[in-house]
């Protein structure tokens, strides 16, 4: 992790991308989500997607962790075709986290269980090494006090915070964050954006669909900008958010100013 | 008294501005009057009601031949007893009832064109259930099975008693667990099978638990159903309250004994009954409260 940090172009540019997605195409019915779809993240890096509602941001996230199923294309992670038939979904799945705009905690269980479900049941820990190893995390972010709750019991931003911890416990390569900040008030925000800051420091491979232009500017290495399926534009985040080539993304650009959210 | 309205939506709003009426003293006195007015016009109705049935020219011989009183105390304690056997069927059914139900309703739910056979099996056998008068399917494996004369099939009347409750009742609680499986959103299957859980440990862990909270009331509500339809198997022989009742009334030339067994229900069945209606308003005020 450390020494991919100390210079993360070269590291980049030798090893296979954490994910490489090549013609990807989605449509649901007579609706074209995904027309051709190319991107490479990789191992370390932070790459978010921007772009209006609709713009298929979401449905990539969602076909890249096998949760719906492509049409054409092909979805590699580290090296391994997770899209090729007869590939274990669920083998892949634990693989990559997802994080939801709607939290999805499960509101029957407490916090602990919502953590330690997966690695005791997918991975086969024994409780007491699974609770061992959720509560370090919920200690790493702040929620340690809340292990016992129940989600109704939360607030958001918690919420949120303890679904992110959900997906962690798994040790995913990669993370996807789907507009994981849009459900919540505002000054809720904060608490969720510096969860994702502390993994970006840590080194998390990270694609994040995100409508917060200022935290994508902060943290991504790369912004991919989403129109009609397809990606528009990508760059340094300086690049994108400061001289847009295409005349979509600056007017994509324009209108989220003119909201006053940049 | 209703709650909602919103901040302008209240009527006491604007009781100040009528003067004295939003008084907490005028408020009492109305309370009170209301309920006053409630007692009254109940007791008006039932002595109504009373008196015409009192008054009706066959009241006396319906009184002798109903209302009993010599021939209640006498067969009550038989009845009593021979409610028990109710109460056996009724709990052994009941058991049987909720995992069969659980099992038909999983094997529905099942996805893909290879689960078919098995989605159309279940099919067709909570439509047949649903479809047949408990009491046929009672008379046909009451007297049917054991009339097959095979060593191994049991000839108890009572074991086909629970067989059949336990056959029609199932179809039936199997579609309301189904209606709760369905009422999880799919978000949270997504969230499960997100973290590497197959399809049969989401359901298991995550979508069952949340969808046999949600179904509850309405199971409480199929088994008051079933506690009043364990009577329909005294027409196979079980010697159970309503067939007791009858060999009371045989004995006595009296139908007091049906009265007797009318009260008996009502003592077990109407708390059961308050008992889902308490919990039907409590969900729904969860469900009111919290936001998602």
């Not at chain 2, 027409?235 to 007791?244: A, L, S």
Request: positive net charge; aromatic residues 8%; glycine residues 8%.
């Amino acid at each position: 992790m450390s020494a991919a940090a100390a210079d993360p172009d070269e590291a980049r540019a030798a090893a296979t991308p954490a994910l490489l997605v090549a013609g990807l195409y989605k449509s649901f019915g007579q609706l074209e989500v995904l027309r051709g779809i190319d991107l490479a993240v990789a191992e370390h890096e932070v790459v978010c997607l921007i772009g209006a509602s609709g713009s298929g941001k979401s449905t990539l996230l969602r076909c890249v962790n096998l949760l719906e199923p492509i049409d054409a294309g092909r979805i590699v992670v580290a090296g391994e075709e997770i899209t090729a038939p007869r590939v274990d979904v669920n083998r892949i799945r634990r693989r990559i986290g997802i994080v939801f705009q709607a939290f999805n905690l499960f509101p029957h269980m407490t916090v602990l269980d919502n953590v330690t479900l997966a690695p005791r049941k997918v991975l086969h820990l024994p409780r007491a090494e699974a609770a061992d190893r959720a509560l370090a995390l919920l200690e790493r972010f702040g929620l340690a006090d809340k292990r016992a709750e129940f989600p109704d019991r939360l607030s958001g931003g918690q919420q949120q915070r303890v679904a992110i911890v959900r997906a962690l416990a798994m040790e995913p390569e990669l993370l996807l964050l789907d507009e994981v900040t849009s459900a919540l008030d505002p000054e809720l925000v904060a608490e969720v954006l510096a969860v994702i800051r502390q993994l970006a420091r840590g080194g998390m491979t990270m694609l994040i669909a995100t409508h917060e232009m200022g935290f994508a500017r902060d943290i991504a290495n790369r912004v991919c900008f989403l129109d009609a399926g397809r990606i528009l534009e990508e760059g340094p985040p300086e690049q994108i958010f400061r001289a847009p080539r295409a005349e979509r993304t600056q007017r994509f650009l324009q209108r989220v100013m003119e909201a006053g959210r940049l | 008294m209703t709650f909602g309205g919103g901040p302008l939506g209240h009527p006491g709003d604007l009781i100040p501005l009528q003067g004295p009426r939003g008084s907490r003293l005028v408020r009492d006195r109305d309370a009170l009057r209301s309920t006053a007015v409630a007692l009254l016009s109940t007791v008006i109705v039932f002595a109504a009601l009373g008196l015409l049935v009192v008054n009706a020219p066959g009241w006396a011989a319906v009184q002798r031949s109903f209302f009993n009183g010599a021939v209640f105390a006498k067969s009550l304690p038989a009845i009593v007893g021979a409610f028990w056997v109710n109460v056996q069927l009724f709990l052994l059914a009941e058991v049987l009832i909720l995992v069969l139900g659980l099992v038909l309703a999983i094997l529905r739910s099942l996805p893909g064109p290879v689960f078919f056979p098995v989605r159309l099996m279940a099919m067709i056998y909570t439509d047949i259930f649903r479809a047949l008068p408990g009491v046929l399917v009672i008379y046909i494996l009451g007297f049917g099975m054991p009339g097959l004369g095979i060593e191994a099939i049991p000839r108890e009347p009572f074991f086909w008693a629970v067989v059949s409750l336990t056959l029609i009742y199932s179809a039936y609680v199997s579609e309301v667990y189904r209606a709760g499986i369905e009422s999880i959103h799919p978000s949270q299957e997504a969230a499960a099978r997100s973290l590497g859980l197959s399809r049969v440990q989401s359901l298991r862990y995550v979508i069952v638990p949340q969808a046999i909270r949600r179904v509850i009331p309405p199971l409480l509500n199929d088994f008051i159903g079933l506690q009043k339809d364990t009577v329909l198997v005294s027409y196979v022989g079980v010697v159970e309250i309503f067939r007791q009742s009858y060999i009371k009334q045989a004995a006595n030339f009296n139908f007091t004994p049906y009265i007797a067994t009318a009260l008996v229900f009502l003592v077990v069945t109407i708390p059961l009954a308050r008992l889902t209606d308490v919990l039907v308003q409590r969900d729904r005020r969860r469900a009111a409260t919290s936001s998602r």
